[in-house]
C-alpha cells in the first residue's frame, strides 16, 4: 500500500524560501518516478517537478527552472522540494505523486509531467505566498 504525506506549507512573503517534505511508504523497486505538482484555484493540477528512480534525473516545468530544486533522501524514504524566490503565483496546493508507468521516462524526456501518468498521490499542502 503506497502512502504519501505531504509536510511543509504555510504562508510566505513574495521572495521567501519554503521547503515541502513527501513522506513515501510502501514504493517499491517497480516504480518508475516521484515528482510534485500544484493546483492553484480555478487552475488545472499541473506538474512542477520529478526525479527518476533509475538515475536520479530531473524535470523542472519552466515557470520553476532555477527556483525550485527536487532531492531525495533514500534513508528516510523521503522527497523534498526547495522552492526559494517564491512569487505570489506560486500559491497553490501542492501534492506529491508517484508513478509505476514506464512512459514517464519518456515523459521527462520530452520535457513533459502529465498528470495522468501517476497513480497514487498525497493529499496536499497548501503554500501560501502573499505579503
Known amino acids: 500500500q503506497v502512502q504519501l504525506v505531504e509536510s511543509g506549507g504555510g504562508l510566505v512573503q513574495p521572495g521567501g524560501s519554503l521547503r515541502l517534505s513527501c513522506a513515501a511508504s510502501g514504493v517499491t523497486a517497480d516504480y518508475y518516478a516521484i515528482g510534485w505538482f500544484r493546483q492553484a484555484p480555478g487552475k488545472e493540477r499541473e506538474g512542477v517537478s520529478n526525479?527518476?528512480?533509475?538515475?536520479?534525473?530531473?524535470y523542472y516545468s519552466d515557470s520553476v527552472k532555477g527556483r525550485f530544486t527536487i532531492s531525495r533522501d533514500r534513508a528516510k524514504g523521503t522527497v523534498y522540494l526547495q522552492m526559494n524566490s517564491l512569487k505570489p503565483e506560486d500559491t497553490a496546493v501542492y501534492y506529491c505523486a508517484t508513478s509505476k508507468n514506464w512512459a514517464v521516462q519518456t515523459a521527462q524526456a520530452m520535457g513533459v509531467m502529465p498528470k495522468d501518468l501517476y497513480e497514487y498521490w498525497g493529499q496536499g499542502t497548501l503554500v501560501t505566498v502573499s505579503s
Open positions: 526525479m527518476l528512480f533509475s538515475d536520479g534525473s530531473t
